[in-house]
């Protein structure tokens, strides 16, 4: 049973747009939310994270936000740009245990 | 060299042959790990290390073996693989007991069992 799922294998969305990028968990006792990028031939890299305290957190031109009780968290970015295409998953700890990663949505930014 | 590395980048081995994936971190970190990424699957954990002990093995087959000789290295020897165990093996590390949940990876070893 997957306890992180991401349902959207793929995204396309124009440049200079929003992507938004979905991820939905059933463990109630995650208590830490990540995000990782990963381009081809190349490991994941940590993107941006949130704690369960905190219902939103902002790094540049990527958010994301988490909703408790719908378990679910998403990412934004905007502007997107093409560099922004790559495999993006998300992860979550419960109380500093192993992290558990969704499949990956695989994001296309075109011009 | 810095961050996570991983040697070989691709590895093509037969059913009876024994080959080692090793990874390598330049981050000081203390915890070190062993990811398995299939096609359309989420990466599954293999294998943790914590200051050189390993903590977890999750019901990993026992021709995946795994090697921390120091808290910068980290193998993991195969032998008698199936063509199931075709995938991209991840390494990761981690500074554990810090406030940051956050792993490195390193870019991976792809291997193909013929």
């Known amino acids: 049973d997957q306890q992180v799922k991401q349902n959207s294998p793929s995204l396309s969305v124009q440049e200079g747009r929003i992507s938004i990028l979905n991820c939905d968990y059933t463990?109630?006792?995650?208590?830490?939310f990540l995000w990782y990028k990963k381009y081809p031939a190349e490991g994941p890299t940590f993107l941006i994270s949130i704690s369960s305290i905190k219902d939103k957190n902002e790094d540049g031109r990527f958010t994301v936000f988490l909703n408790k009780s719908a378990k679910h968290l998403s990412l934004h970015i905007v502007p997107s740009q093409p560099g922004d295409s790559a495999v993006y998953f998300c992860?979550?700890?419960?109380?500093?245990?192993?992290?558990?990663f969704g499949t990956g949505t695989r994001l296309q930014v075109f011009p | 060299e810095t961050g996570v590395t991983q040697t070989p980048r691709h590895l093509v081995m037969g059913m009876t042959n024994k080959k080692s994936l090793k990874c390598e971190q330049h981050l000081g970190h203390n915890a070190m790990y062993w990811y398995k990424q299939s096609a359309k699957k989420p990466l599954e954990l293999m294998f943790v290390?914590?200051?050189?002990?390993?903590?977890e093995n999750n019901s990993v087959p026992s021709r995946f073996s795994p090697e921390c000789p120091n808290s910068s290295h980290l193998f993991l020897h195969l032998h008698t693989l199936q063509p199931e165990d075709s995938a991209l093996y991840l390494c990761a590390s981690s500074q554990e007991g810090t406030a940051s949940y956050e792993q490195y990876f390193g870019p991976g070893t792809r291997l193909t069992v013929t």
């Open positions: 463990n109630s006792m995650f208590d830490y």
């Open positions: 290390y914590s200051l050189e002990e390993r903590v």
């Open positions: 992860a979550a700890s419960a109380y500093a245990d192993k992290l558990i």
